[in-house]
């Protein structure tokens, strides 16, 4: 028998300078770490919402937020928009993950490849994470992440079903674009040039996931920012 129904060994890619894609980065046991975390951060201090738009639609998606509260489209140190509270800090160990992130994805001092001038490992110290739960049917128009007043760049984690994740330009939000599949487990990260590219996630793909990884249903994003904010 060759394939499996979960497939998890695809390639390593870069969609654009600085834009680099790692299949299958974090292990099942990491996976259901953060799913357990994330369930405790859905609950509160600020509990996870649908965030408005400035047209009055709720997002499909939901977000909860850690460090600097976000909505569209501004960070705040209180959460206005979901009761006035402060959202919880983010722990030490996802800022470790996020530098070990960057280690992987743009190499780090004394291995080969290593590419300080996307950012240096040491010099990420991410003071957000959104938290994105994608239930059946939810997705996120193109668009760009420019809320952030620092160019560090974002590092994404997902875990759960498989989505389409569209990468396009820095320019416009149609073509050229690339479509490509974001599964458990998978990392990105988007520096450099990349990083104020417009993006978004046309869908995701229902009963996609390993049990496995801790996610019964639907899909969770977690991206990891510099605000520059103080
Ligand atoms: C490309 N989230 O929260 S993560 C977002 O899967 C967001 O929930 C999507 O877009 C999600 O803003 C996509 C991948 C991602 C995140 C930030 C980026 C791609 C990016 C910033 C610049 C370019
Ligand atoms: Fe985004």
Not at 35 to 55: F, S
Not at 170 to 194: A, C, H, M, N, Q
């Amino acid at each position: 028998m060759t394939g499996s129904l979960f497939p998890r060994d695809r390639d390593r890619a870069e969609l654009g300078t600085g834009a680099v894609h790692v299949p299958g980065w974090l292990d099942f046991d990491a996976q259901r770490g953060i799913v357990e975390a994330c369930r405790q951060w859905a609950i509160g201090p600020v509990p996870m919402r649908a965030a408005v738009l400035p047209g009055g639609h709720p997002m499909s998606v939901q977000t909860v937020c850690l460090g600097w509260h976000w909505q569209p489209y501004k960070y705040t140190r209180t959460a206005d928009d979901v009761g006035g509270g402060r959202v919880a800090e983010v722990p030490d160990w996802l800022i470790t993950l996020g530098r070990r992130a960057l280690a992987e994805a743009y190499g780090a001092p004394g291995q080969p490849g290593y590419a300080p001038e996307l950012w240096k490992p040491e010099d990420y110290t991410p003071d957000t994470a959104l938290i994105n739960y994608y239930a059946h049917g939810a997705h996120m128009g193109m668009h760009q992440d420019k809320d952030e007043k620092s160019s560090a760049p974002v590092v994404s984690l997902s875990i759960g079903d498989t989505c389409i994740f569209r990468f396009g330009n820095t320019s416009t939000r149609t073509k050229p674009y690339t479509d490509i599949e974001l599964g458990s487990g998978d990392l990105f990260v988007f520096g450099g040039p990349s990083r104020f590219a417009y993006h978004g996630v046309p869908k995701t793909l229902p009963g996609t996931a390993d049990p496995d990884c801790g996610l019964a249903q639907g899909r969770i994003n977690i991206t990891l920012r510099m605000t520059g904010m103080s």
